[in-house]
């Protein structure tokens, strides 16, 4: 019967902080299930993939339950369009971005895109405006939790594994 080599520094063989993403204390990284080019096609299609859902919806909210016209389906393609290209810039500047930023850029983001589908349906503006502004402080909020949690876990990580001395695992 074989049985699991505890790792350094666990008497039970347990992983403790070793993790997602980054190489832990044992030099382990998880493998990568898909390649590059996997990789760079999903980056490049899902901002296009929701932003044919999101112009089909602004499409659809526009028409009131009306026919669908030529240029419904315009506003439609051009919506899809002006999208996409907001994410993909959206996508660069935030990288370049202290997290605080980065949280802000994409709430801003995402509370802009709802109030442009909100305010289509012809509700009050100020309504429009308040639910926007609550979405764009949520996703604020979460995205910085995120990127704070994750960040902060990974420079442990990395202090760690430059010098193990310090943690109390030899």
């Not at 505890?6 to 902080?17: E, F, L, N, V, W």
């Not at 370049?96 to 983001?109: D, N, Q």
């Amino acid at each position: 019967m074989a049985h699991a080599v505890p790792t350094r520094g666990t008497s039970t063989g347990a992983r403790t902080g070793a993790g997602t993403g980054a190489s832990g204390a044992s030099g382990h990284t998880p493998p990568d299930v898909f390649g590059a080019r996997t990789h760079l096609l999903a980056k490049w299609a899902m901002p296009l993939a929701i932003g044919l859902v999101y112009g089909y919806w602004a499409a659809s909210i526009r028409r009131h339950g009306g026919p669908i016209t030529g240029w419904n389906l315009l506003f439609g393609f051009m919506t899809v369009l002006a999208f996409a290209i907001l994410w993909y810039v959206v996508r660069e500047v935030a990288d370049r971005l202290p997290r605080e930023g980065h949280a802000v850029l994409w709430g801003a983001f995402a509370g802009s895109a709802l109030g442009f589908l909100y305010s289509g349906s012809g509700v009050a503006m100020f309504t429009c405006v308040l639910v926007s502004l609550l979405l764009a402080a949520a996703v604020t909020a979460g995205l910085y939790y995120h990127y704070a949690t994750h960040q902060d876990a990974e420079e442990a990580r990395t202090a760690r594994t430059r010098n193990p001395a310090r943690t109390g695992t030899t």
